[in-house]
């Protein structure tokens, strides 16, 4: 059973150039949880989704950010226009059912913007 | 609301003595609570949780934590250290049982000497 699984590991792109970030969930979860983490600092929330459904953006900056969760294929981490702040490492965390224990989190994403 | 005080950035002990990383917590809520360990460049590997059953929770690698209501907290603990235990420890937590997001402290970086 293969963990969470999140592609690119890493990621360069230029200022003003998209991201598309993927997390595959471990196979029976349902619910996955976007973090940022900038250099030097903790994970900071950024959005809970279930299939099809945006359950708490709360953490999502209002532009150029964007997640889904389709009913088939992964889940992605949409960042438009990108500018040398975004550079972070982004993770994504899955679970079978919400909260508690049953968190699993992948190797994260390592954007760098130029 | 619930939040995490992780109350030292950088620890140092030397191999073979005593670990201790400090965390307090807050939260409106019965939380639950975990400790994550992160390698340079790697993902987030989780050590233990407490999620309303025993007080002292056992983990990997040797740690533990004990709960204790009375004073927020949920240190971490282990007897002896070893080099590869140099890393970022994050203390976490969530609400138990809902669709709560996680909460991650600052981090604490064990430096560990010969």
């Known amino acids: 059973n293969a963990g969470v699984m999140q592609n690119p590991r890493h990621l360069v792109r230029r200022r003003g150039q998209e991201a598309r970030l993927r997390c595959s969930p471990m196979?029976?979860?349902?619910?996955v949880y976007w973090y940022r983490q900038l250099p030097e600092e903790g994970l900071k929330f950024m959005v809970y989704?279930?299939?099809?459904?945006?359950?708490?953006e709360s953490g999502m900056p209002k532009e150029r950010f964007s997640a889904e969760f389709p009913k088939e294929g992964p889940s992605i981490l949409r960042i438009q226009q990108v500018v040398r702040g975004d550079s972070a490492a982004y993770f994504c965390a899955s679970s079978p059912g919400p909260g508690g224990s049953g968190y699993t989190f992948g190797s994260g994403t390592r954007l760098t913007v130029v | 609301a619930q939040s995490v005080t992780q109350l030292d950035s950088h620890v140092s002990v030397s191999e073979g003595t005593p670990v201790l990383l400090r965390c307090n917590y807050s939260?409106?809520?019965?939380?639950?609570l975990f400790w994550y360990v992160q390698h340079p460049n790697k993902g987030l590997q989780l050590l233990l949780k407490y999620t309303s059953a025993a007080t002292l929770v056992k983990g990997i690698n040797g740690f533990e934590a004990e709960f204790k209501k009375s004073e927020t907290s949920f240190h971490l603990t282990k007897p002896s250290a070893h080099m590869s235990d140099a890393a970022e420890y994050f203390c976490?937590?969530?609400?138990?049982?809902?669709?709560?997001?996680?909460?991650f402290g600052t981090g604490t970086r064990l430096q560990v000497t010969l």
């Open positions: 939260s409106s809520y019965s939380p639950s």
């Open positions: 196979k029976g979860h349902s619910h």
């Open positions: 989704l279930q299939k099809e459904n945006i359950i708490d």
């Open positions: 976490v937590v969530t609400v138990t049982g809902t669709a709560s997001k996680l909460t």
